[in-house]
């Protein structure tokens, strides 16, 4: 079964490794979300492909949930000794990520091409495309102006109450190589429990990307990463708030309107069950809260056993 999924965040990357327990990582395409990225210190940073393949190559620092298990920050350490800003907290293993990912850039290597061979060095077995290969800024409006997303998400801690959401560039992005393809060619699509406006969003924003989710033949599943009126974890709430969705299922499926087949949910939301129904969306009941190994994989096969 050829599967896509759409991904960011720290979710996404757990719920990845369950459904790499599940299904043959071979047949499955991670379209990864770049609307986190970010410039420091002179380097390129893609956090949610980073996340991903640190999570799926076994080397995440599992606390964080970011970076590389056992890293060390002496560079950090030296580069505050310095003055510069280090709120972003970039570790001496995961800054040779950076370096070699902006080396490679400025060689003329297009992202797709970078995290091709940062996934094989990774050795993840899956497919990581890139969104796109432009530059797409998630940014976000508080009561103090605009903050780009890690400004606001690591510097600021979310704390700023979010006014809205804009993802900069995107209007004149194209969807990066294999993406659209794969979207058409697959039998399934899955919408990981990731931050549907600051994780997903930046991903439908990209001209094309919504219009194949629309015409594939795939039946599209969602995992709601709401359960019982509230986020997980992280912001997804309050930029669901600004954008105008309803914090709960209903609001998730309303954010993936128009191509969503199903939506998986927790017991604490069994209540939506009805309404999904009359929106056209089938739900899908079970534990969502990922704690344990076992329980990423109970989920990704929650999230796809009736998509056969
Ligand atoms: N998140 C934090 O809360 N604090 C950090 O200092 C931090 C550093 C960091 C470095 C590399 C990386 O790939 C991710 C990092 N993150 C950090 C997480 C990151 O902000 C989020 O994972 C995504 O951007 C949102 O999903």
Not at 10 to 30: N, S, W
Not at 78 to 94: K, R
Not at 141 to 163: I, M, S
Request: hydrophobic letters at 40%; proline letters at 5%; a negative charge.
């Amino acid at each position: 079964m050829k599967l896509v999924a759409l991904a960011g965040g720290t979710g996404a990357a757990k719920f990845l490794r369950g459904l790499c327990r599940v299904i043959d990582p071979a047949d499955l395409t991670i379209v990864g979300n770049t609307g986190d990225d970010v410039e420091l210190w002179g380097l390129y940073i893609s956090p949610d492909l980073d996340t991903v393949g640190y999570t799926l190559g076994g080397l995440i620092d599992e606390t964080k949930g970011w970076g590389v298990k056992g890293d060390t920050f002496q560079c950090r350490t030296a580069m505050a000794a310095l003055g510069n800003d280090t709120y972003f907290a970039l570790g001496d293993q995961d800054l040779a990520v950076h370096i070699y990912r902006t080396e490679q850039l400025r060689g003329g290597k297009s992202l797709s091409e970078v995290t091709e061979s940062l996934r094989n060095k990774w050795s993840v077995a899956c497919r990581l495309l890139p969104m796109s290969d432009d530059r797409v800024a998630t940014r976000i409006k508080t009561p103090g102006g605009w903050l780009a997303f890690q400004e606001y998400f690591v510097r600021e801690r979310c704390k700023p109450e979010v006014l809205d959401v804009a993802y900069d560039g995107a209007e004149r992005s194209h969807p990066g190589p294999g993406v659209i393809e794969a979207i058409l060619a697959a039998d399934a699509v899955i919408i990981c429990p990731s931050n549907p406006v600051s994780s997903i969003g930046p991903i439908l924003a990209v001209p094309g990307i919504r219009e194949a989710l629309d015409e594939t033949r795939a039946k599209v599943s969602a995992i709601s990463p709401i359960v019982g009126g509230g986020a997980v974890s992280g912001p997804a709430g309050d930029m669901m708030r600004a954008k105008g969705f309803e914090i709960s299922p209903l609001g998730v499926a309303a954010a993936y309107t128009g191509f969503l087949d199903q939506l998986v949910i927790d017991y604490a939301d069994e209540i939506s069950c009805e309404a999904l129904r009359a929106r056209g969306v089938a739900p899908v009941v079970t534990e969502s809260i990922m704690g344990t190994r076992e329980r990423e994989v109970a989920l990704a096969r929650a999230a796809i056993e009736r998509l056969g």
